[in-house]
């Protein structure tokens, strides 16, 4: 079946810092990935969209300058959280679609902790 | 404006028993739906997925039950195990578009032993 890495699945980093996140379909092309956040026993709300060689598309009141997205080829993309605060802490998963009409593969998950 | 909404919050079954948990979603447009299982600190992972041309679909254990007039859709977990407790969520989205998924607010589910 369909797998996504995502890496790393925790760092801690200092305020003030930024952080990249990858995540790679391994034996798929990913014409589509996804970028969630998820708070502690909360649901996992949709940050943005990325096609391959385009830009992100953000939902609203997801700040783009902070969280830069870059999706360069059809099995990876990055999320880089940038001059990360303490709020930015949370739970961050990426999921790829081969295309339409295909279904969702999520990764692992990364655990941000920005101290 | 929530869009999927997911209940019970909370539910604790004994083992063996039938878990039930139901959502109910407003956008029309929606013509896809999954139920994922969250454990913490991992990612979803897809339990079962149906589309509105059915009314039922079944996996093993699992089963979606889905009724479009109503616009609701609910899991049945079958002699629930306690390796089943866990996160659950449904979610919905248009398969011919290029959103994301919506997802419910999810529920976390107890199996005692």
């Known amino acids: 079946g369909a797998v996504v890495s995502q890496h790393p699945s925790r760092v801690i980093c200092k305020s003030g810092t930024s952080v990249k996140i990858e995540c790679r379909s391994l034996?798929?092309?990913?014409?589509?990935m996804f970028w969630y956040r998820q708070f502690p026993k909360q649901s996992l709300m949709l940050m943005a969209t990325s096609n391959e060689g385009s830009k992100a598309t953000y939902e609203q009141g997801v700040e783009k300058d902070k969280f830069l997205i870059n999706h360069a080829s059809l099995t990876l993309s990055t999320l880089t959280v940038t001059s990360a605060h303490p709020e930015d802490s949370s739970f961050y998963i990426c999921s790829a679609r081969a295309g339409k009409y295909y279904g969702y593969t999520f990764g692992s998950g990364t655990r941000l902790t920005v101290v | 404006q929530q869009q999927v909404k997911q209940s019970p919050q909370s539910l604790i079954v004994q083992k063996g028993g039938i878990s039930i948990i139901n959502c109910a979603y407003e956008n029309t447009a929606f013509d896809y739906f999954p139920w994922y299982q969250q454990f913490p600190g991992k990612g979803p992972a897809l339990l079962i997925a149906i589309r509105p041309d059915v009314s039922e679909k079944k996996e093993g254990r699992f089963t979606i039950s889905f009724n479009k007039s109503a616009k609701q859709f609910s899991l049945h977990i079958m002699d629930s195990q306690p390796g089943d407790s866990a996160t659950y969520f449904c979610?919905?989205?248009?398969?011919?578009?290029?959103?994301?998924?919506?997802f419910g607010k999810g529920t976390h589910l107890i199996i005692q032993p």
């Open positions: 034996d798929f092309q990913a014409t589509t």
């Open positions: 979610a919905a989205s248009k398969r011919s578009g290029a959103d994301g998924l919506t």
